[in-house]
């Protein structure tokens, strides 16, 4: 009998952090790939089974059919980006690409830095502090972020990509910051997101993003799509 050819592999949690925008654009290239999971309050374990794979400790982490492992969230998207053709050869299109990439992951940082507390409490961060930080992320560091990728949006002048006139890895991070963090009901600060994406001002950009969910990921999230327990 012959044995089964190895497929891609991706190390993540079970959750809609750094690992799923991988998913989706594994996904929307039609790659075959094992989506190996760890539950989040599993993670030491998985780390003691699989853990010399994760370069850093850390996932996510690709493992090609042949072996070799690829870490870090970022140089990964770029690595499949550019071996599925999600990133721009033009310099200047691959920066818009890249920063978009960087600033949207650095609005994720923010957010995780003090909502990750709220499930895995540290021990000495009061409650009022992370409320503190809550507001200062709705009230300053996501409306500053939507007006940035708004405006980039409308300077491109196509009514369905941030980059030039095909899908790049710009749609898979907006579509991770969309659909993970400002509007998923399971999240416990999605609705108070959801409410300042909501805003007039910001009514450009939610089309872009809507437009992602109902056409260009529309198999995905009907189909591939995992909701988790957890919401990061
Ligand atoms: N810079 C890394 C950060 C990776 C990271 O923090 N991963 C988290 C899960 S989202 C993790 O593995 N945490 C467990 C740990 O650091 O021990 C990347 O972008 O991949």
């Not at 999971?37 to 003691?48: P, V, W």
């Not at 940082?109 to 895995?120: D, H, P, R, V």
């Not at 579509?175 to 994406?197: C, P, R, T």
């Amino acid at each position: 009998m012959q044995s089964e050819q190895p497929i891609l592999k991706l190390y993540y949690l079970d959750t809609l952090g750094r690992g799923e925008p991988i998913r989706m654009l594994l996904n929307h290239a039609k790659i075959p790939f094992e989506d190996i999971r760890s539950d989040i309050h599993e993670f030491e374990e998985f780390k003691k089974k699989i853990g010399p794979k994760f370069e850093f400790g850390q996932v996510p982490v690709i493992e090609t059919p042949d072996g070799e492992l690829f870490s870090q969230s970022l140089a990964i998207m770029r690595l499949l980006g550019k071996w599925y053709g999600y990133y721009p050869q033009d310099p200047i299109a691959a920066w818009k690409v890249d920063s978009l990439l960087d600033g949207s992951g650095d609005l994720m940082e923010k957010y995780w830095q003090f909502a990750i507390l709220e499930f895995i409490p540290d021990g000495y961060t009061p409650e009022s502090a992370i409320a503190e930080r809550l507001q200062e992320f709705l009230g300053t560091h996501l409306p500053q972020y939507l007006t940035v990728v708004q405006d980039r949006f409308k300077k491109n002048g196509n009514s369905k990509f941030m980059v030039g006139d095909t899908v790049t890895l710009a749609e898979f991070t907006s579509a991770q910051v969309a659909f993970n963090y400002l509007m998923n009901d399971n999240n416990k600060h999605g609705k108070l997101m959801s409410e300042v994406l909501g805003r007039d001002e910001f009514k450009e950009i939610k089309a872009y993003y809507m437009n992602l969910k109902d056409d260009i990921f529309k198999e995905y999230f009907e189909t591939h799509r995992k909701t988790c327990q957890h919401p990061f």
